[in-house]
């Protein structure tokens, strides 16, 4: 194969243009009847808008259909089964990336730029700063693939530490979108 066609990292590119493709499809989509069709299966609906909760391109639905639900629903129930239902979604992202990614994200561990990084930081450092900035990142309105993918390339995150994480980072972040939606 001619190397000037050859990408270096295609599954993260392709991660990149699916987000990418995915966004652009369902911003400018209204989402108004979402409520009639989630609202009527009262936690089960809580459950499938936490799944919706973490990824990137469905978040703003999400994030609507629970403010809607505050209304109808007790809002530390609903942040509970909506964490459910976002660790879930965190999971599939987090077991995806970890295993089909594995190659690149080694090959990329190679990376001049990663090299200076480690050169000009302390493990101890390293060991703790990207699961911190990942948690961040979980926590903060910035797409769950971002943070999910930082964690899923630490390879000393145990899946079970991942996953009290993410559900409990999730869960906050959905109890401060019911709060807002019962005040409203």
Known sequence: ????????????LLLIITIIAAYVMFAERSYIHLDGILLPLGYV???????FFAYGFT??????????LAKWQNIILAALVGGLGALVGDMIIFSFIRHS????????SKERFVMFFRRKTGPR???YFAPVLAGLVIASPLPDEIGV???AA????????????????????IFVVLLI???I
């Open 45 to 51: 609906g809580t459950f499938i808008s936490g799944i």
């Open 59 to 68: 978040a703003a639905p999400a994030t609507a259909m629970f403010l809607v």
């Open 101 to 108: 990614f594995y190659d690149e994200i080694e090959k990329l």
């Open 154 to 173: 630490c390879k000393n995150i145990p899946r079970t530490q991942f996953m009290v994480i993410s559900f409990v980072l999730n869960t906050l972040g």
């Open 1 to 12: 194969m001619d190397k000037r066609l050859r990408i270096k990292y295609p599954k993260f």
């Open 125 to 127: 450092f390293r060991r």
């Open 149 to 151: 993918s930082m964690f």
């Open 181 to 183: 939606g019962s005040s």
